[in-house]
Every structure is written in C-alpha cells, then in structure tokens.
C-alpha cells in the first residue's frame, strides 16, 4: 500500500511538473508567431483579455466569500504586503536601476515604470498556480489597485522631476475587467451550478486559457525583443536581479512573522510580479519622445512570466517531495 501511495505521489509530481512546461511551450510557440507576420500580432493583442478574462473567472470559482471575509481580516499580512509592494520595492528598484542603468536615464525610467507598482492580476493567477494562499491574496487586490492609482503620480514625479496624471479609466476598465466581471460570473455558477463549478473540467479550462494567454502575449510582443537584443541584454540584469531579492525578502519577511508555507508563496507572488496594466500606457503617453521607455514595459512581462513559472513549479515540486517523504 506505501508503494502505490508513493507511485501516486510521483506521478503527480510528474503531473504537476508538466504544468510550468507547457507554459513555457506557449511562450516560445507565442515567439514564433510574432516573428511571422503582423496581422498574427495584432489579433494576439486582442484575444490577450478575453483569455486573461476566463483564467481569473475559473480561479475566482475557488473563492470562498466566507474565507475572503476571514483573509481581509488579516491585518497583519495585509499590511506586511502593502509594505513590501509600496515602500520597501520602489526603494529597490530605485537602487537596481543606478547600479546597472545609471548611464541610460531613459531606461532607468523605464525599469522604474516597471517595478514601482505590482501586478493586478498575474499574481493572483501565479499564486494559485505554486499553492499559495489565493483568499488573502484576493484580498489585497483592492489595495494594490487603489494605492497604485495615488502613489504613482508621487513615484513619477520624484523620479522624472514632472507631476505626471494617472488616467481614472484605465485604472477602472482593467478593474472591471478582469476582476468584476470574472468575480461576478463565477459566483453566479457556484450559485445556480454547484457541480459544474467543481467540475474539474473546469480547472482544465482555466489552465488551457492560462495557456493561451501566455502564447498571445508574446505573439504579441515577441518579435519587439528579438529585433533589440542590446535593450533585452541590458534590462535583464536589474530585472532578474529585482526578482531574487523580492522573493528572498518574501521568506526572510515570512520567517520573521511566522507565515506559513502558503502565506509565504502569496506574499512571494505579489511582491515579485509588477507588468501593472497602469505601466505601458503611461510609458506610451508620458514619454511618446522616448520609445524605448515603452519598450522596456515590453520587456519586464517577458522575463516575469518565466521566473514566476519556475518559481511555481520549484514549490510544487518541494511541496511534493516532501509529502512521498
């Protein structure tokens, strides 16, 4: 019986450790498309949010609103993630971008416009992706999309010496997009559909559409990086670099407090991953003299995606090892 209840065990180790590959299978695939033609980057940017839609409407569907109403009511992780996406992650990112972008001020903008504000919506998707805690990471969506809104103008004008206006829309529409509207719908389906809501077609879909989205943002943008190979060489460093710090600041944080594993996975998630839907846009109207400010925006999903996708994979896989122990 211990042998069979290994072997399981190993084989959904396997099966978990797919996951992540085929993820990265679709970026490269996404890659290829974008360097065929240009109609294929143009439709890819637009199927980006209706597949992003249909990921967070099947990870919401796991969202119970009586735990959501626990999490919020943790303070204390609340306030240790507001504080690591919003005091201590600009302070780092200031600090990558003058030792590796000092001589380049446009891209030491850009990789600022990149890093200051986090992520809406990938982190909720990478957090239930390595086993993290998703409910309290719900949670602090509300926070990340409301301070962003006031400290990005104060963020921009220290660093670029101009009052730079955040746009309300843009800020409400990714929102209701991606948050209301999936939110809404998957409660509805738990509510008149309950087997179908646990249905694990349902996750099956979810997971193909994270698929698909991982493949239409780099046929979207793919081909912009490997026209400028210089601009990835000199972007990475800082980048990859913010990323290891931001996670060993997550455990060392998580030690400190006590958080457990999942707790430690979601502030982990949140923390790291930034590509706001609030950063490109910005970077196309404030700077339109500085193209390649924009193009650093490009770049950061690039190298996000992949080390979110590894860092799943990598606590999956611990997790895992553990239990056949």
């Known amino acids: 019986m ?34 065929s033609s240009h109609e294929v980057r143009s439709i890819a940017g637009q199927l980006i949010p209706p597949f992003l839609m249909l990921v967070l409407f099947s990870i919401f569907i796991r969202i119970s609103l009586t735990r959501l109403r ?3 009511q943790d303070r204390q992780y609340l306030l240790t993630a507001v504080s690591l996406n919003f005091v201590s992650t600009p302070f780092v ?7 590796f972008l000092r001589d380049y001020p446009a ?20 957090t239930d992706l390595a086993g993290g805690d998703l409910h309290r990471n719900l949670a602090l969506l509300p926070w990340n999309l409301i301070l962003q809104l006031v400290l990005l103008p104060v963020y921009l004008m220290l660093l670029t010496q101009k009052l730079v206006p955040v746009e309300l829309s ?35 879909l ?30 990475a460093p800082p980048m990859l670099s913010f990323y290891i710090v931001s996670i060993s600041l997550s455990r060392i944080v998580s030690r400190l407090l006590h958080f457990p594993r999942e707790r430690f996975i979601a502030l982990a998630c ?15 109207v404030l700077f339109p003299d500085h193209p390649i400010i924009a193009l650093s925006q490009l770049i ?24 056949i122990r």
């Open 107 to 126: 891209l030491w903008i850009g990789l600022m416009l990149a890093l200051i504000t986090p992520c809406t919506d990938w982190y909720l998707i990478f």
């Open 2 to 35: 211990e042998y069979l209840n290994n072997r399981m065990q190993l084989l959904k180790l396997f099966r978990e450790m797919s996951y992540p590959s085929v993820l990265l299978l679709a970026a490269a695939v996404g890659v290829g498309l974008s360097v």
């Open 206 to 235: 979810g997971f193909a559409a994270l698929g698909l989205t991982v493949m239409a943002m780099f046929a979207s943008h793919g081909e912009i990086i490997l026209k400028n190979p210089t601009l990835f060489l000199r972007v």
């Open 170 to 204: 843009t800020l409400t529409k990714a929102f209701t997009l991606y948050v209301v509207i999936p939110m809404i719908g998957a409660q509805l389906l738990c509510l008149y559909f309950p087997k179908v809501a646990v249905s694990k077609g349902i996750s099956l």
């Open 70 to 72: 626990e999490a919020i």
């Open 300 to 323: 950061e999903p690039v190298l996000e995606i992949p080390t979110l996708i590894l860092f799943s994979s990598f606590v999956k896989v611990r997790a895992q090892k553990k239990k």
């Open 270 to 284: 949140t923390t790291t991953a930034r590509n706001s839907p609030l950063a490109l846009p910005l970077a196309v």
């Open 93 to 99: 990112a200031f600090l990558l971008g003058w030792l």
